[in-house]
Structure formats: C-alpha cells, structure tokens
C-alpha cells in the first residue's frame, strides 16, 4: 500500500526520500539559499521549499535525524513536529544545537526525516471513574528502573 502525497516544491526544493527501500522516515533537506550557522545552544528555522496535502486521517511527523543528533547534538526541537492534514504552508523545521561547537547547514543538507502515521478521531466522554488497573495512578518511575 501507498499513501500518495501531492507535493508542491520552490524552485527546485529536493523531493522527500527514503534513504531505504525499508526506512519508515523520508529525508527532508534545507532548501536555503546561503549556509545557516547554529551556534551552541541556539536554534533556527529551517525551510525546506515543500508544501504538501497530507491526506485526512494522516499526519506528517517531522523528527530527528540520529546522526546528526549523536555526531553533533543536533536535533529537532519540538521533536516530534506534527504536520496536520489540513495544513497547506511551507514546511520548515526547528532544528537546534545541543553541541559544543557551531553547526552549519548547507543547501540540500538532510536534516530531519518525515514520518506519516494514521491517527483515529477522539471523542471525550466524561466520566465520575475510570477502570481499575495494577498500576493505577502510578506515574514516573514507578515501574521500576530498570
């Protein structure tokens, strides 16, 4: 199965891609048109030239890429992004740098990948109870450390 995606790019932006026939995320690149230094502890707003129409029942997840975040701490900020079905704007990630030295981001440099996933309509019902379970209210931590 496919989900078909319509995708409208700015002068050229590089089409998302897998870098594996198997890979979950599509690789999104900076469609810049001169570099963007991050210094350490800064972040910026990375534009990629897409826009797309996300089919309803599906939304994109914008997340990080796990080398540059081990190489260099660099990493998507609002990890992860959600891109809703009804949005039509430019899609730009949040990038920020969690390193010790500045990052530069070139035109066409991967830097995050996209992740379409199905999510279910939610209604909320109100309620005096909620079932019983083993862990109840139990929150962090509270099934074990290990």
Not at 51 to 62: A, D, R, T
Request: hydrophobic letters at 45%; aromatic letters at 6%.
């Amino acid at each position: 199965m496919h989900l078909k995606i319509p995708v409208v790019r700015s002068n050229h932006a590089s089409m998302p891609v897998q870098s594996t026939k198997e890979a979950a995320g599509f690789d999104l690149c900076a469609h810049i048109i001169s570099d963007i230094v991050i210094a350490p502890g800064r972040r910026e707003l990375v534009p990629t030239g897409l826009k797309m129409s996300i089919p309803e029942g599906f939304c994109g997840l914008v997340c990080p890429r796990s080398g540059l975040a081990l190489r260099n701490g660099v990493t998507v900020l609002n990890a992860p992004g959600i891109i809703d079905s009804d949005y039509r704007g430019d899609i730009a990630v949040i990038l920020a740098n969690f390193g010790d030295v500045p990052f530069t981001i070139k035109a066409g440099m991967r830097v995050a990948q996209l992740v379409f996933v199905h999510h279910l309509r939610t209604l909320f019902v109100p309620a005096q109870s909620l079932d019983v379970t083993d862990r109840a209210a139990g929150g962090f931590g509270s099934t074990g450390a290990v």
